[in-house]
């Protein structure tokens, strides 16, 4: 389980006893100071000595009620110390996990506007050489195969690479700021992943889903470097 799954179950079952220990305090009576008992005990009005006076009973003592032990209420209080930390935790937790994602690729997408205009081609021309190539070899080798030629023309494109982000990570992350499409990198990525390090067979309709998304991939990629301007060539 992941850390924040078991936050949230720790979060739960701290509630859940948070919310016992309140119901058995709150059915537990509270002690009346005896000036309090004394003042909401009615008294009754003596009656006038008529003839020979007779003593009245002494009054029956009022029975104290039960303290609430105090180790309750510690408890109480602990617990929402306990909560409040937990609390807290889990915000630090997601906060880290944007700050993380936002740094797994290393570059922002404007800094796509910089790249040298021989290997934007160069990222279209393997587009389409994969997009050639796949249906040759059997379908685990030129899924996989496909996947690592993007790799590489990712690596060539002299974009900064944060170091925890892994290869496969950092050229999800290039190829969809290029693209409009994030399915068909996310689709083609995780192919990759199932004909690398999965037992069991790879078929052709892995190869056809691979030919799709590799088809999405190329179109847009070739109308986003045909949209961007270019230097003009020197005057000779």
Request: glycine share 4%; proline share 6%; net charge neutral.
């Amino acid at each position: 389980m992941k850390r924040s799954g078991w936050g949230i179950a720790l979060l739960a079952s701290l509630c859940i006893v948070l919310a016992i220990v309140i119901t058995t305090s709150s059915t537990t009576p509270i002690v009346r100071s005896p000036d309090a008992v004394s003042a909401a005990t009615p008294t009754v009005a003596p009656t006038p000595n008529v003839g020979t006076a007779t003593a009245s009973p002494p009054s029956k003592p009022q029975p104290r009620q039960a303290d609430v032990p105090r180790v309750v209420w510690f408890l109480l209080y602990g617990l929402l110390l306990v909560l409040a930390g937990l609390l807290l935790w889990l915000l630090w937790g997601l906060v880290e996990r944007r700050r993380r994602k936002a740094q797994v690729a290393g570059f922002t997408p404007s800094d796509l506007d910089t790249f040298d205009a021989d290997a934007e081609q160069r990222l279209v021309d393997v587009v389409q050489e994969q997009l050639a190539d796949l249906s040759s070899g059997s379908p685990r080798n030129a899924v996989v195969a496909c996947w690592l030629a993007l790799e590489e023309a990712v690596t060539d494109t002299g974009l900064y690479r944060h170091p925890s982000s892994t290869s496969v990570e950092f050229t999800e992350k290039v190829i969809e700021a290029y693209t409009l499409n994030e399915a068909a990198i996310r689709r083609l990525s995780a192919l990759y992943r199932e004909a690398r390090f999965s037992s069991h067979a790879i078929t052709e309709q892995h190869r056809q889903a691979a030919a799709r998304a590799l088809q999405t991939l190329s179109a847009e990629l070739s109308h986003r470097v045909s949209r961007k301007p270019r230097d003009e060539e020197p005057a000779q």
